[in-house]
T-cell receptor
Framework: EAQVTQNPRYLITVTGKKLTVTCSQN?????MSWYRQDPGLGLRQIYY???????DKGDVPEGYKVSRKEKRNFPLILESPSPNQTSLYFC????????????FGQGTRLTVV | GQNIDQPTEMTATEGAIVQINCTYQTSGFNGLFWYQQHAGEAPTFLSY????GLEEKGRFSSFLSRSKGYSYLLLKELQMKDSASYLCAVRDPAAGNKLTFGGGTRVLVKP
């Protein structure tokens, strides 16, 4: 089954404690991205990757890092989480930048206290 | 810059029709998408328009006018399970072809 898998689904952590949210897709997609979703603000892109070892900033990259060492994986790293990073995070992938459909992971609800 | 507007919330009755409007202003345009998102779940793809006109897919239709920067999603024969948020997104080649999303429209279907 074609899917994008994120882990964990839920995470509560403390300010400053480094964390990683994993994202993996089994569709051999080139394009992957991370979004955060906050009430009233919609989905905002954090980082994206057009292929292995190619990443770039989205609209709200501050406080986040990503890596793309393999095609299937695109982890999101918060080196020093802060309460304003409390949000619902989604990873997405598509076959190419111009593809008609993006597939989303199940989401990770992160709370930073 | 990029700006995508859609109403925050709409209420409709089961069996009725609801139209969700989306207006956009972007540097470039390479397609408009509609996604459905149930609370706490991932968005799922509904429709894609890149040329002017109406695209019909079962109970859902989507319309695009590029000259007006306007789209709508039409939901017919509403069912209770259609209660969800509907997200309008524009792909902008001037912004690396990424998707920019509107804030979403929450639709509540009442019996």
């Amino acid at each position: 089954e074609a899917q994008v898998t994120q882990n964990p689904r839920y995470l509560i952590t403390v300010t400053g404690k480094k964390l990683t949210v994993t994202c993996s897709q089994n569709m051999n997609h080139e394009y992957m991205s991370w979004y955060r979703q906050d009430p009233g603000l919609g989905l905002r892109q954090i980082y994206y990757s057009m292929n292995v070892e190619v990443t770039d900033k989205g609209d709200v990259p501050e406080g986040y890092k990503v890596s793309r060492k393999e095609k299937r994986n695109f982890p999101l790293i918060l080196e020093s989480p802060s309460p304003n990073q409390t949000s619902l995070y989604f990873c997405a992938s598509s076959g190419r930048v111009g593809a008609t459909e993006a597939f989303f992971g199940q989401g990770t609800r992160l709370t930073v206290v | 810059g990029q700006n995508i507007d859609q109403p925050t919330e709409m209420t409709a009755t089961e069996g009725a029709i609801v139209q969700i409007n989306c207006t956009y202003q972007t540097s470039g345009f390479n397609g408009l998408f509609w996604y459905q998102q149930h609370a706490g779940e991932a968005p799922t793809f509904l429709s894609y328009n890149v040329l002017d006109g109406l695209e019909e897919k079962g109970r859902f239709s989507s319309f695009l006018s590029r000259s007006k920067g306007y789209s709508y999603l039409l939901l017919k024969e509403l069912q209770m399970k259609d209660s969800a948020s509907y997200l309008c997104a524009v792909r902008d080649p001037a912004a690396g072809n990424k998707l920019t999303f509107g804030g979403g429209t929450r639709v509540l279907v009442k019996p």
